[in-house]
Antibody, heavy 120, light 107 residues
Framework: EVQLLESGGGLVQPGGSLRLSCVAS????????MNWVRQAAGKGLEWVSS????????HYGDSVKGRFTISRDNQKNMLYLQMDSLRAEDTAVYYC?????????????WGQGTLVAVSS | DIQMTQSPSSLSASVGDRVTITCQAS??????LNWYQQKPGKAPKLLIY???NLDRGVPTRFSGSGSGTDFTFTISSLQPEDVATYYC?????????FGGGTKVEIK
């Protein structure tokens, strides 16, 4: 059974940093692209970033480019999102989502999400 | 970026009704279109991939159709457990983009 479990969310001041983690199980982690998708309260879904299975190809949405960094550790089945220079508009639930073998791809499994709140 | 226009934004229907949601892409995405269901307080769940393929374990009352720029999602007989927000999403190009969502309620 595929499982994705995010952690690392919390309250942070504007301009601060936070690192989200996602531990994966139930599939061959290194074979699949992984994604971060966020959702502000009462709003729709916004794709944030993706990374290829080997970790060499990364992509970002315009709203986070230059501030967020996606990475993965295939030995530990871990996905990360380093978030720097955080803004109030980054406040959202952040979901880790499994992609396919080739990018771009749909998202077939999602974690339960972790809440990031940016406020002074 | 490919824009996804979903309609309606909300609907209210009776149990047993047929419900239809449409999604229009700003350019040809062939069949690279998925549909997700999100219940309140929960993560999205994949229902249909590549426009018309039902994901494993998804009830057959859910279906999808379309290609190119115009897509349709249908619930053939609405059930109380189908109360949720439904999103379309294209995976033809990065950035992945989602429709604005359709909130489905029971009348």
């Amino acid at each position: 059974e595929v499982q994705l479990l995010e952690s690392g969310g919390g309250l942070v001041q504007p301009g601060g940093s936070l690192r989200l983690s996602c531990v994966a199980s139930g599939f061959t982690f290194s074979s699949y692209a992984m994604n971060w998708v966020r959702q502000a309260a009462g709003k729709g879904l916004e794709w944030v970033s993706s990374i290829g299975g080997a970790g060499y190809s990364t992509h970002y949405g315009d709203s986070v480019k230059g501030r967020f960094t996606i990475s993965r550790d295939n030995q530990k089945n871990m996905l990360y999102l380093q978030m720097d220079s955080l803004r109030a508009e980054d406040t959202a639930v952040y979901y880790c989502a499994k992609g396919g073998i080739v990018e771009p791809t749909g998202l077939d499994y999602w974690g339960q999400g972790t809440l990031v709140a940016v406020s002074s | 970026d490919i824009q996804m226009t979903q309609s309606p934004s909300s609907l209210s229907a009776s149990v047993g009704d047929r419900v239809t949601i449409t999604c229009q892409a700003s350019q040809d995405i062939t069949n690279y279109l998925n549909w997700y269901q999100q219940k309140p307080g929960k993560a999205p769940k994949l229902l249909i991939y590549d426009a018309s393929n039902l994901d494993r374990g998804v009830p057959t009352r859910f279906s999808g159709s379309g290609s190119g720029t115009d897509f349709t999602f249908t619930i053939s007989s609405l059930q109380p457990e189908d109360v949720a927000t439904y999103y379309c999403q294209q995976h033809h190009n990065l950035p992945l983009t989602f429709g604005g969502g359709t909130k489905v309620e029971i009348k």
